[in-house]
């Protein structure tokens, strides 16, 4: 039975360690992709006796296509990776004819690098058809390719970028219902994680401080993993939901309209929970030791929530064990005489909350995922990500667009690459200029820059290691090489999204067996990788240091400006609709936009993040990250409502809430861009108060529940913004909310 529960526990925790699978889909189809277009190639090398150079090449043009190729809309992924083949075949046919010529060759490398970098401009098609450019004319240096093989190498650039146009595209391609259901499945092992971790502080011993520091620790870590795998489940939602706009049977289905809604509430539960059980434990003093008989009912009210969201837990014992969570706390909440101890009261409402909200999210998913089986389309509309192409490139103070600055530093960068990297090894000098291209491949500033560079260098480092032993271990087999070298990039994409180290240890394995099977390998030439990686990295920092150049805290702050300006459209076109007043935009689109610049900002505070020792007070910007975080999910619940109320009677006292709402966004905005004199931030709560008060009497009943909702996100929002300020100002009271580092709070 022992056994039994281990197994059940390590399953859970191993389904919320990639959310959806997302990453073992994209690393498992490419690395299959690669198989395919390298057993294609083979045959053909057998038959007209290539070299093996053509079957590595069909290998990586498959990898290439699989990585570049981020559009969310499977439409578009399938024009968009057809479409590389072009530039894969122009650079191609450079790249050969000009090898003879190193001069000529190296200019028009140069040229080829300035326009993939340049071309991004136009979104994630543009991002792809640039690594279309740049990879083949790289690799045909890299494999010192001869004009006599140029057909050959046409031929396996088709394989390669077929080969994942047929599976990716076609016979692998993503079900929307079963990643759904898989995020379902994660985001309840999230929950259940933090669950785990809320037993282990309520049963760490009293006296034992470390025990409960590092509890409380792991809780936090938790938090921010659910927050993380919340934010995917709800886009993934919306995204499904634009996908059914034209099923005439559930497009006006209000049960189909809950879920999102109800996965954050499930989410602020459990924060709620976290929160309330911090407290509790900090400080047991001030109420006294913690009565066993109150720890034993809260410990085994979160031990039934967890068993219900354990994963195997079948779908009909959820319900009763949520119904004995919400028994185990029931004397505990019932308790009025004023024996029971305040902070203990509070987690045991705290698990009777988030029972109560598993319990909806359990029905509204079951009515989700069944109407995705009844009418959902296999793919999402094309106008689902109409604008991917637009040129959405941010603009500096210069009036230069992103991806003008970047081409002109990558140009800089990459000039001098090829002349120190031919200073440091005349045969080997291409790797010091692939190190300062893809420093600059989704940065914005130099701090991006630099974060990046370090971490390719030290995991170049590791790589270099676990190359060698490698090749040593397999050198001269063929076929256990081929499948080492498929394993190695199968990690490597694995672990892309994760870490750019881990990504650069992968490939530099790679290439330690790819030089096995061409008959280069030597310890001369992988200690000549990490120096030209070494040299092209150094490059690319300096070109982000002295050209053009942005500071990170720039550019996180005009990002943070962005996104808040984006917010406050959400919430103005949302109280518009609500009101049934006219719009300038769907509050559902800008919701998406708001979306989009919140991603940026996520981007432009990572390296502002590092943990490099000369990186101060790093946690403040990831504290306004985290509450813009929170912010979002709000604004997108209230978007979604207006979408589906019209009461224009609330307007005499949704307005001012929300007016106060937003001015309070704004004046946070002014205290974070350290204006001299800020606006006051002062809670709404009274005029949030009073919109509650006329929605909870309208006459209407069937608006009713939609109308609190949207009151229980302005309030939120309110609660979470005045929380920082009052934070940041250093005006901290007992009474006030607490701002989960995963983005919910939690009202006393």
């Not at 109800?262 to 400080?283: G, I, N, P, Y």
Request: a negative charge; proline letters at 4%.
């Amino acid at each position: 039975m022992r056994v039994r529960a281990w197994a059940e526990e390590l399953r859970t925790r191993v389904t919320g360690v990639d959310p959806g699978l997302t990453r073992l889909e994209l690393a498992g189809v490419a690395t299959a992709s690669m198989v395919l277009a390298a057993g294609v190639m083979s045959v053909v090398r057998l038959l007209t006796g290539q070299a093996v150079t053509v079957v590595l090449f069909a290998a990586v043009l498959a990898m290439i296509s699989n990585l570049a190729v981020n559009e969310p809309d499977l439409g578009r992924r399938r024009v968009t990776t057809a479409l590389m083949l072009l530039p894969a075949a122009g650079s191609i046919a450079l790249g050969t004819l000009l090898a003879s010529n190193r001069i000529v060759g190296d200019v028009v490398f140069v040229a080829v690098m300035i326009l993939a970098v340049w071309i991004r401009r136009y979104g994630p098609r543009g991002f792809a058809l640039g690594m279309a450019m740049f990879m083949p004319y790289f690799f045909t240096q890299f494999l010192q390719a001869k004009v006599a093989q140029l057909p050959w190498l046409m031929l396996a650039a088709a394989v390669g970028i077929g080969s994942t146009l047929l599976l990716r595209c076609w016979l692998l391609a993503e079900d929307p219902d079963k990643v759904l259901q898989r995020l379902l499945r994660a985001f309840r092992a999230h929950v259940h994680a933090v669950t785990t971790e809320v037993i282990d502080v309520l049963e760490a011993p009293a006296d034992d401080r470390k025990a409960i520091d590092d509890a409380l620790r792991d809780l936090h870590d938790r938090r921010v993993r659910l927050n993380d795998t919340a934010l995917l489940l709800v886009d993934r939602l919306e995204r499904r939901r634009d996908a059914r706009d034209g099923d005439e049977d559930t497009r006006d289905d209000p049960e189909t309209e809950r879920l999102d809604v109800d996965v954050l509430d499930v989410e602020l539960a459990a924060e709620r929970l976290a929160v309330s059980t911090r407290r509790l434990a900090d400080d047991p003093e001030r109420e006294g030791p913690l009565d066993p008989e109150v720890r034993r009912r809260l410990v085994a009210g979160v031990r039934a929530i967890g068993a219900a969201t354990a994963t195997g837990t079948p779908p009909a014992l959820r319900e009763s064990l949520l119904a004995g969570a919400r028994r185990s706390v029931a004397p505990l909440t019932a308790e009025s005489s004023g024996e029971q101890r305040d902070r203990a009261q509070r987690v045991a409402f705290a698990v009777a909350r988030l029972a109560d909200a598993l319990d909806a999210a359990r029905v509204a998913a079951d009515v989700e995922v069944q109407a995705g089986h009844r009418g959902a389309p296999a793919e999402e509309p094309e106008e689902a990500t109409k604008d991917q192409d637009d040129d959405t490139d941010d603009t500096d103070d210069r009036g230069l667009a992103l991806s003008t600055r970047q081409a002109i530093q990558v140009g800089v960068a990459t000039s001098l690459a090829i002349v120190f990297g031919e200073l440091v090894s005349p045969a080997r000098w291409y790797w010091a200029v692939v190190a300062a291209f893809v420093m600059f491949a989704g940065t914005a500033s130099r701090g991006d820059v630099l974060t990046r560079g370090w971490q390719r260098l030290v995991g170049t480092v590791g790589g270099v290691v676990a190359g060698m032993l490698l090749a040593f271990l397999v050198g001269g087999h063929f076929v256990v090489t081929l499948v080492l070298l498929f394993v190695c990039v199968f990690l490597a994409l694995y672990l892309l999204r994760i870490s750019q180290g881990l990504m650069a240890f992968w490939i530099t394995a790679v290439l330690a067996l790819l030089y096995g099977l061409i008959g280069q390998f030597s310890v001369e030439t992988l200690v000549l990788r990490v120096e030209e990686t070494a040299v092209g990295g150094a490059l690319g920092a300096l070109a982000g240091f002295l050209v053009l150049p942005k500071k990170t805290r720039t550019a996180f702050v005009e990002a943070f400006d962005d996104t808040v300006d984006a917010i406050d459209d959400v919430l103005c076109a949302a109280a518009d609709a609500i009101t049934g007043r006219p719009t300038a935009a769907p509050p559902v689109e800008l919701a998406r936009e708001m979306d989009d610049r919140l991603g940026t900002l996520r981007q432009r505070a990572k390296p502002l993040d590092s943990p490099l020792p000369w990186r101060r007070g790093r946690g403040g910007y990831q504290r306004a990250v985290r509450v813009l975080t929170a912010v979002d999910h709000y604004a997108r619940a209230l978007a979604r409502l207006s979408d589906r109320i019209v009461a224009p009677g609330w307007a005499v006292t949704l307005d001012p809430a929300m007016d106060r709402v937003r001015a309070n966004i704004d004046g946070l905005r002014e205290l974070l861009d350290g204006a001299e004199d800020p606006a006051e931030v002062r809670s709404a709560e009274q005029l949030v108060d009073a919109a509650e008060a006329w929605a909870a009497r309208t006459d209407d009943p069937s608006l009713r529940p939609a109308l609190l909702a949207a009151v229980r996100a302005l309030r939120r929002i309110d609660q979470i913004v005045v929380r920082l300020d009052r934070d940041l100002r250093g005006t901290r009271g007992e009474d006030e909310l607490a701002v989960s580092p995963g983005g919910g709070s939690e009202a006393r």
